[in-house]
Each structure stands twice: as structure tokens, then as C-alpha cells.
């Protein structure tokens, strides 16, 4: 089973791509035809926002932005991840329809006149190990996943047309790089595919973030906040109208590989007491590239290596044994959050001490996540070490993220 962990660091195989750092054209258009022509230097300045949907149960949560492809444009909902490459869509003629309830949105690229397949011949193809001998034959992709659930398809380009919050503008993104899914194995719940967000090629961001100062953030309101919305924004932040407070912005820098955004981690702490985690199990093996932390929105929980939950699973069960409404196994620790005797609980505060000194807290409500039976269930799940360790979306809520590429640094503050 493939968890809620939709398109994570352990669930990529890397493509190896090398892909032409192609520069694509795109244009503006106002929703309001009277409205002045906004030109390429005048956009560099400013930023967009995206809307940004939260769909499925609490223990398969996932972000949905919406994204219209295609000429005319057909509206679908994908998992922004940045943890991916790869952007890729389900497209119309599946061959393979294993899931009978299939109710996703369907890309129908017969209707797109803009719709074009990219073929072995193409110079963005080389390299890529999925041809034929044939330079006629389409251009595949695969990614796999490590229960062996796998999409498969070909790569195509289309328009892409993004309807901004902030200053009703339509944008439209010509030539925008994809894959076009033949299967539905993988379970996304409500999503149409996957908006690659890395910072490389072929991703969405690699596309758009030159065109707005190398720089693209998001905010995950939590439930508490009634004055922030879920956004994914493309440029700089300062007239977003988001609030949070930007003195409290931290920045630790990330390395930068194939498709994952690697922050430095040094320990994990609980109410300001280290774990007694060894500092490999953090570390980034930059020869194989492989161990180290991700941040990653297209994974729900959070994943660390076997050692570190461990460490974290005992910290639990102790802090728990006064209670009685409390299930403990070897993989989880579940409580009655419904319980008279955990009202005003407060539980040990967590965070993730970086290297260059920056802590990430996450909220306490989001440690934890209920479960189908109504108790509360943690929202760490252990990993092998050679995958490294995953923030996921869930411990992210709450907060404010901002990826600067130019300084290959990540900025984060608590939303108000």
C-alpha cells in the first residue's frame, strides 16, 4: 500500500534526466480587456498566487492546486510537490483502468490544439533511457514507487494557464513540460497528477522562477488561523496580504540536488532537551545522494530513519503512561483525544535544531493526526536510512515557507 505518502523521497526513483534548460515564451492576459498590457520587466517585479485545496481524510490529506492545461483550457487539480521533477497529469484513453471508482479529472489532449507529444527525436529526449531504437516512437517516462505501484506515459508540452488570486491575471505558460499518465495504479485521492515543484528540470518551478526572481513560497494555514488562506505564490511575498510575522523569519540554507530540496539537520529536540539521536542519522550522502532531511508537500507525514523514531516513539510512550485511554505499539502511539483526562494536555514541544541554528517547531496539533476510529494517532512514521528523512506537508502547516534559489536558502515563519 502506498500510505498518504502520494510522491515522496523514498517513493521516487530518480529519472536521471538531462533535460535542455529550455526557456520557454509565455504571455499575460487581463480578465478585464480594458485593462492595460502588463510586460515581462514590469512582471519580474510583482508575484502571483495560486490557491491552494486540501482534500481526503486526516491520515491522507493532500494539497490540490488548481491548474488549467491545455487550448481552451481544462481545469485540473494537482499535489504541488516539492519533492518531484516531474509534473504529470492522467490523460484521456487509459488503457489500464484497474481502479473501478476512478473519479479523477481526465486530461483530454484530442480537445487541446496545443497539445503536443514530444518524440524520441527531440533533443529534450535524450537521455532518457525509455526509447526504442525507433526516433519516431514517443518519449516515455516511469516513475516507481516502493510497493510497486508505478505511472507510466509519455512526455508531451502544452499551454498552461494559471488564474491568479491576487491581481486577476491570467497567466499563460506556452510549451510547459509533462507527462501524460497511461495508468491510474497510484491512489491520489482527489488529485489529477502531480505538479512537480524541485528545483530542476523538467519541474514547474524551473519554469517559472526565472520569470519571478528565482524565488516561490506557500503558506499551509493551519485550522486555527481564520485570517490566512492556503496559497502556493510565485515571486516575492511583501504584498501578499498574508499574515505572519516577517521578524521571525528563519533561514537555513538547503542543498541543492536531482529533485529534492535537502535541509541540514543536527538533532531534534523536545522542550529544548536533545534527543540522543546520533548526527549521521541526518546527514546527506552527497556520493550517493542519498539519506539526509527533504522537505517535501506531496508526502503527508513525516518519515525519519528507524533510530530517530525510535527515540521518538519511547519519548511518547513514557510521557503516556500516566493515562489510561493510550494505545502503544511497536510502530505507533494513539490516544483518546475525546478523553476527559486529556483536556488541556500539553504535550513536549518538539523541533528540528538546523545546522546554522535555525529551529523549526512544529504546532502540537499537528504531530498528531485522528485516526478513522477517532483516536489520535502520531504523524511520524520510521523509514529505512538509506531514504532519508521527509518533513511533510502535515508538520509544515501552520507556517509560511520560502525558497530562495538564487541563495539556495528556505525561510520559514509562523503564520498569525
Known amino acids: 500500500m502506498l500510505q498518504p505518502i502520494t510522491t515522496s523521497?523514498?517513493?521516487?526513483?530518480?529519472?536521471?534526466?538531462?533535460?535542455?534548460?529550455?526557456?520557454?515564451?509565455?504571455?499575460?492576459?487581463?480578465?478585464?480587456?480594458?485593462?492595460?498590457?502588463?510586460?515581462?520587466?514590469?512582471?519580474?517585479?510583482?508575484?502571483?498566487?495560486?490557491?491552494?485545496?486540501?482534500?481526503?481524510?486526516?491520515?491522507?490529506?493532500?494539497?490540490?492546486?488548481?491548474?488549467?492545461?491545455g487550448e481552451p483550457p481544462q481545469t485540473l487539480y494537482l499535489?504541488?510537490?516539492?519533492?518531484?521533477?516531474?509534473?504529470?497529469?492522467?490523460?484521456?484513453?487509459?488503457?489500464?483502468?484497474?481502479?473501478?471508482?476512478?473519479?479523477?479529472?481526465?486530461?483530454?489532449?484530442?480537445?487541446?490544439?496545443?497539445?503536443?507529444?514530444?518524440y524520441?527525436?527531440?533533443?529534450?529526449?535524450?537521455?532518457?533511457?525509455?526509447?526504442?531504437?525507433?526516433?519516431?516512437?514517443?518519449c516515455n517516462y516511469a516513475h516507481e514507487y516502493v510497493d510497486g505501484t508505478a505511472t507510466t506515459g509519455y512526455w508531451a508540452t502544452d499551454t498552461v494557464t494559471i488564474k491568479s488570486d491576487k491581481r486577476r491575471l491570467d497567466l499563460k505558460f506556452h510549451g510547459m513540460m509533462f507527462g501524460c499518465s497511461s495508468q491510474d495504479f497510484i491512489n491520489l485521492n482527489d488529485a489529477d497528477g502531480i505538479l512537480g515543484l524541485s528545483p530542476n528540470h523538467p519541474s514547474f518551478t524551473?519554469?517559472?522562477?526565472?520569470?519571478?526572481?528565482?524565488?516561490?513560497?506557500?503558506?499551509?494555514?493551519?485550522?486555527?488561523?481564520?485570517?490566512?488562506?492556503n496559497l502556493l505564490v510565485f515571486g516575492r511575498t511583501e504584498r501578499s496580504g498574508i499574515s505572519f510575522e516577517p521578524e521571525q523569519m528563519q533561514y537555513t540554507k538547503f542543498i541543492q540536488t536531482n529533485s529534492f530540496f535537502h535541509v541540514e539537520v543536527s538533532?531534534?529536540?523536545?522542550?529544548?532537551?536533545?534527543?540522543?539521536?546520533?548526527?549521521?542519522?541526518?546527514?546527506?550522502?552527497?556520493?550517493?545522494?542519498?539519506?539526509?532531511?527533504?522537505?517535501?508537500?506531496?508526502?503527508?507525514?513525516?518519515?525519519?530513519?528507524?533510530?530517530?523514531?525510535?527515540?521518538i516513539h519511547a519519548l511518547y510512550a513514557e510521557f503516556f503512561k500516566p493515562y489510561s485511554n493510550v494505545t502503544v505499539?511497536?510502530?505507533?502511539?494513539?490516544?483518546?483525544?475525546?478523553?476527559?483526562?486529556?483536556?488541556?494536555?500539553?504535550?513536549p514541544r518538539m523541533a528540528f535544531e538546523f545546522e546554522d541554528g535555525a529551529r523549526f517547531v512544529p504546532h502540537e496539533e499537528n504531530l498528531f493526526y485522528e485516526d478513522e476510529d477517532g483516536s489520535s494517532c502520531l504523524a511520524i512514521r520510521a523509514i529505512?536510512?538509506?531514504?532519508?528523512?521527509?518533513?511533510?506537508?502535515?508538520?509544515?502547516?501552520g507556517y509560511f515557507w520560502e525558497y530562495d534559489l538564487l541563495n539556495q536558502r528556505v525561510g520559514f515563519a509562523c503564520l498569525v
Open 9 to 69: 523521497f523514498l517513493a521516487h526513483l530518480s529519472l536521471n534526466l538531462f533535460i535542455l534548460a529550455l526557456l520557454v515564451p509565455f504571455s499575460f492576459q487581463r480578465s478585464l480587456p480594458s485593462s492595460p498590457q502588463w510586460n515581462e520587466n514590469k512582471v519580474l517585479n510583482q508575484s502571483i498566487e495560486i490557491p491552494i485545496f486540501s482534500a481526503g481524510k486526516a491520515s491522507s490529506k493532500v494539497l490540490l492546486v488548481p491548474i488549467q492545461l
Open 79 to 118: 499535489i504541488p510537490d516539492t519533492g518531484s521533477d516531474a509534473t504529470w497529469v492522467y490523460c484521456d484513453r487509459l488503457p489500464y483502468r484497474h481502479n473501478n471508482n476512478f473519479s479523477n479529472h481526465i486530461f483530454s489532449h484530442s480537445r487541446s490544439s496545443t497539445f503536443a507529444p514530444i
Open 120 to 138: 524520441c527525436s527531440s533533443p529534450v529526449c535524450t537521455g532518457i533511457n525509455h526509447c526504442s531504437s525507433s526516433t519516431r516512437d514517443l
Open 206 to 229: 524551473s519554469h517559472l522562477a526565472p520569470r519571478f526572481g528565482y524565488m516561490f513560497s506557500y503558506f499551509l494555514a493551519s485550522n486555527k488561523g481564520v485570517s490566512n488562506k
Open 267 to 311: 538533532g531534534l529536540s523536545f522542550d529544548d532537551v536533545l534527543l540522543d539521536i546520533p548526527k549521521w542519522v541526518w546527514k546527506f550522502d552527497a556520493q550517493n545522494e542519498s539519506s539526509g532531511v527533504i522537505l517535501d508537500t506531496g508526502t503527508t507525514f513525516t518519515y525519519v530513519p528507524g533510530v530517530a523514531f525510535q527515540a
Open 329 to 347: 505499539t511497536s510502530s505507533d502511539v494513539c490516544f483518546n483525544s475525546l478523553a476527559p483526562e486529556f483536556d488541556g494536555i500539553q504535550m
Open 384 to 397: 529505512d536510512q538509506s531514504d532519508g528523512s521527509i518533513i511533510g506537508s502535515n508538520l509544515q502547516t
